[in-house]
Structure formats: structure tokens, C-alpha cells
């Protein structure tokens, strides 16, 4: 399968892990020592909701979308998703901001000037838009390399402390033990860092596979989420997200953002949410 975000763009499944991820950013910014981030399938950086892909499927208007009002939304949520909601461009009067940040412009939009980040893109199209888009930034470097290889060779960074984002587009079949096996090899080699591990949620046995193997891989601090919208309609209806070594105050942010989400996000019977740890504490 040739996958291109581009029509699933501002969908449920970014919603959910984008509003995750820049909790993670923020907490690194709280310490005045840099950090560095590592996304391993950054894609092109950034997708317009205006155009012909995102507008033929629509999906953004299920995620993203139902997000332009936060009136009826708890302070404490409305805080939360703050900051998310800083790196989109305004909405506009169909409820869409007309361009839908990647993880790569999420992190560029959190970091300082002392911090740092590597993306890893393999697709020559989408590299060459993510070149593109972040070749002024000098804090930002762009690889064109399998993100599972870079992911190995720019660990540990010489900050020391940062965020390896794991994010796959799930074409191949053995995705769930590609990831594992890149991620693993990573851990051995700095251990200290942040990691998230998002992926879909198509086949119960592959998920609950890839979770039976980081239970008895001995890593420890390994919290799980996923977010559910219920229906019964094709395609993709839940995610998840691994996050190993998550900061403190992580788990509590992530119950109270992913059960807001849930009930807003549901389209049918099923909907819900779930936190919990796989290993630690």
C-alpha cells in the first residue's frame, strides 16, 4: 500500500495522538537544558485541509473539526488542549483550520532555540516537502533514511534528554515487530528518554502481540492509552499510543484529555478510552 497521510490528515486517530504529544513536548520544556526530538516517519510536516485528498474523504471533520468550539468544554480541558490547539491555523467557518500540523511542525512550534530535532522520512515525495518546508530551521535536520535505521544511529543525543516518536504508517506487514525491534535496540542504547509508540487498531490479535512482547521485553515504565469512537462503519475506529518512561503528571493529563475526547470525537455505540500500565507502576 502506498500510504499518504494527506487524506487521513486531522483525523480522530491525529487528534488523539497530537493533543498526547504535545503534552509530552511541553513537559521537556520545563527544564531549561535542551532536548531533542526523534521522528522516526515524519511525512511531508504539515497538510492542507483544502485540498482534493483530505476533502474526498472528509475525515478531518470526525477529529480535528469537532474541535472548533471548546465553549462547553471543562476549564481543566480547555487547558489541556491549549497549546495543541495553538499550532493549528485558526478554523474557519466549516469548522477546518486550512492547514493540519504533522508531529514535525507540532514539535518545531514547542521547541526553543537550544533544542533540536532529526526527521526521518523514506518516501522521496514527502521528503522532499518535508525538506522543504523546515530548511531555514537550522535546528531542525531532515533525513532522508528509514526512520527505523535513524532511529538506531541518532540515539542517545548529545542533550541527553528528548522524545522518540514512533509513528509508522502501518503499509508493511510486519510493522508491529519492526517497530518493536527499532524501538528496543534504541532503549538498549538510552534508556533515559521519552518514548511514544502510536499505532491503529485493525486487528486485536497484532495489538495484543506487540503488547505481550513490551510486557516481557523487562522495560519498565510502560504506560498504554487508546481511543475508541465506536460505529460500525469501515475503516479505522481506534488507536493507540505506547509512551515509555511518561513524565509524572502524563498519565492523569492523558485520562482527562482522552475521556473529553472520546465523548466528543464518538460516532456510534463503543466509543471510549483506556489507560493503563503494561509494566512499572
Given amino acids: 500500500m502506498n500510504y499518504r497521510h494527506g487524506f487521513h490528515a486531522g483525523n480522530f486517530a491525529d487528534v488523539f495522538k497530537h493533543a498526547l504529544l504535545v503534552r509530552l513536548l511541553i513537559y521537556l520544556t520545563r527544564k531549561e537544558t535542551p532536548f531533542r526530538v526523534i521522528d522516526t516517519h515524519a ?4 497538510y492542507d485541509l483544502s485540498a482534493e485528498e483530505a476533502e474526498r474523504t472528509g475525515e478531518w471533520r470526525g477529529g480535528v473539526g469537532r474541535l472548533a ?36 511542525t507540532i514539535a518545531q512550534k514547542l521547541m526553543r532555540p537550544q533544542d533540536r530535532a532529526i526527521y526521518c522520512e523514506l518516501r522521496p515525495d514527502a521528503f522532499a ?11 531542525i535536520k531532515t533525513i532522508h533514511i528509514d526512520g527505523y535505521i535513524g532511529v538506531g544511529a541518532y540515539v542517545p543525543p548529545k542533550e541527553r534528554r528528548g522524545l522518540v516518536l514512533i509513528d509508522p504508517p502501518f503499509e508493511r506487514e510486519d510493522e508491529f515487530e519492526a517497530a518493536f525491534e527499532a524501538f528496543t535496540k534504541a532503549y538498549a542504547k538510552w534508556s533515559s528518554g521519552i518514548y511514544a509508540l502510536w499505532h491503529p487498531s485493525k486487528s486485536d490479535s497484532d495489538v495484543r502481540r506487540f ?19 465506536g460505529g460500525k462503519e469501515e475503516g479505522l475506529r481506534s488507536s493507540g499510543m505506547v509512551v515509555v518512561n511518561p513524565p509524572f503528571v502524563f498519565e492523569q493529563e492523558a485520562k482527562t484529555l482522552l475521556g473529553f475526547l472520546a465523548e466528543r470525537l464518538a460516532q456510534g455505540e463503543g466509543a471510549g478510552y483506556q489507560a493503563a500500565w503494561l509494566a512499572g507502576e
Fill in 43 to 46: 511525512g511531508e510536516g504539515a
Fill in 69 to 104: 468550539d471548546l465553549s462547553e468544554a471543562s476549564a481543566e480541558v480547555r487547558s489541556l488542549l491549549n497549546a495543541y490547539l495553538d499550532c493549528l491555523s485558526p478554523f474557519d467557518q466549516e469548522g477546518r483550520p486550512s492547514l493540519y500540523p504533522g508531529s514535525p
Fill in 129 to 139: 516537502a518535508l525538506r522543504r518546508r523546515f530548511a531555514r530551521d537550522e535546528r
Fill in 211 to 229: 503488547y505481550n512482547r513490551l510486557q516481557e521485553s523487562g522495560i519498565r515504565r510502560i504506560l498504554r492509552l487508546s481511543l475508541s469512537i
